[in-house]
């Protein structure tokens, strides 16, 4: 089984900053996308950024410049430091793991779109 747990969210004044980890657990080979979704109340979960097992990143046009996607693949855990945050950032965010290869005791398995439980993360004007 692969669990993927977030933490690092909470309130913050806009303008500061919060850092989200997420790890991921199990008998884990290998991961080959992370990345961070999010979701304010009535509307749907958007991309936020995600990063490739070798390093490559995408981000959504409204975090460019202010939020940067890390990885450790030894540690099998994304992060997202998020600066400059506004009000708007206010959401849910999700963790994100694509084609999760892990050992089940007698064979390898790939999983794919596997979630994390989601961490709350306000901004206050």
């Known amino acids: 089984q692969v669990q993927l747990v977030e933490s690092g969210g909470g309130l913050v004044q806009a303008g500061g900053s919060l850092r989200l980890s997420c790890a991921a657990s199990?008998?884990?080979?290998?991961?080959?996308?992370m990345g961070w979704y999010r979701q304010a109340p009535g509307k749907q979960r958007e991309l936020v950024a995600s990063?490739?097992?070798?390093?490559?990143?995408n981000y959504a046009d409204s975090v460019k410049g202010r939020f940067t996607i890390s990885r450790d693949n030894a540690k099998n855990t994304v992060y997202l430091q998020m600066n400059s945050l506004k009000p708007e950032d206010t959401a849910v965010y999700y963790c994100?793991?694509?084609?999760?290869?892990?050992?089940?005791?007698?064979?390898?398995?790939?999983?794919?779109?596997?979630w994390g439980q989601g961490t709350q993360v306000t901004v206050s004007s």
């Open positions: 994100n793991a694509d084609k999760v290869v892990y050992y089940t005791g007698h064979h390898y398995e790939t999983l794919f779109d596997s």
């Open positions: 199990g008998s884990i080979d290998s991961i080959n996308a």
């Open positions: 990063i490739l097992r070798g390093g490559s990143t």
